[in-house]
T-cell receptor, first 114, second 112 residues
Framework: DTGVSQDPRHKITKRGQNVTFRCDPI?????LYWYRQTLGQGPEFLTY????????KSRLLSDRFSAERPKGSFSTLEIQRTEQGDSAMYLC????????????FGPGTRLTVT | AQSVSQHNHHVILSEAASLELGCNYS??????LFWYVQYPGQHLQLLLK??????LVKGIKGFEAEFIKSKFSFNLRKPSVQWSDTAEYFC??????????FGKGTKLSVKP
């Protein structure tokens, strides 16, 4: 399978714990995006990378969130001191550089904070 | 602010009925518009897209959408739905940051 993959698919954590998610984009894609989706809503943009550079961050991305893409390939999204409001599906997408926004999505990581 | 509105939260149709899902966006400049579909248990997939040119766009599985600039609309249509079209449909707009701005989605249930 050469699509976008995400790991883990499900994560249950207690409030206050740190969690880290991983995204592996389609190999030739330079752009990588993170979105968050809550029940009854469409995906909401969090941040994106062009190769290893993080170019944009949404105001939804609080100081407890950090994302990296160290070698311009896979990316990680870490949430520190999780809160119940962080419970959501975290989606990763990738696209070709200059691909006029056509993005390919992974299956998502469902986070439940208890 | 750029935004996307989808008018219907849940649509229930019988097989062979015609489908039209509404989508309106708010932005006065050049637009890139998309419809994504999420089948039960699967990830988001691109159904069709509009960047420029012919405002009537054809996508996969018999879907089409029409861009009407004067109405800021990009409605999705299919003349005859099938049970397998049961899914959630998201309209999206290409934002200035390179991100996609999604509507809240419309759940389509097709009765066999």
């Amino acid at each position: 399978d050469t699509g976008v993959s995400q790991d883990p698919r499900h994560k249950i954590t207690k409030r206050g714990q740190n969690v880290t998610f991983r995204c592996d984009p389609i190999s030739e894609h330079n752009r990588l995006y993170w979105y968050r989706q809550t029940l009854g809503q469409g995906p909401e943009f969090l941040t994106y990378f062009q190769n290893e550079a993080q170019l944009e961050k949404s105001r939804l991305l609080s100081d407890r969130f950090s994302a990296e893409r160290p070698k311009g390939s896979f990316s990680t999204l870490e949430i520190q001191r999780t809160e119940q409001g962080d419970s959501a599906m975290y989606l990763c997408a990738s696209s070709l550089d200059g691909g006029l926004h056509e993005q390919y999505f992974g299956p998502g990581t469902r986070l439940t904070v208890t | 602010a750029q935004s996307v509105s989808q008018h219907n939260h849940h649509v229930i149709l019988s097989e062979a009925a015609s489908l039209e899902l509404g989508c309106n966006y708010s932005y006065g400049g050049t637009v890139n518009l998309f419809w994504y579909v999420q089948y039960p248990g699967q990830h988001l997939q691109l159904l069709l897209k509009y960047f420029s040119g012919d405002p009537l766009v054809k996508g996969i599985k018999g879907f089409e959408a029409e861009f009407i600039k004067s109405k800021f609309s990009f409605n999705l249509r299919k003349p005859s739905v099938q049970w397998s079209d049961t899914a959630e449909y998201f309209c999206a707009f290409g934002g200035s940051q390179g991100n996609l701005i999604f509507g809240k989605g419309t759940k389509l249930s097709v009765k066999p």
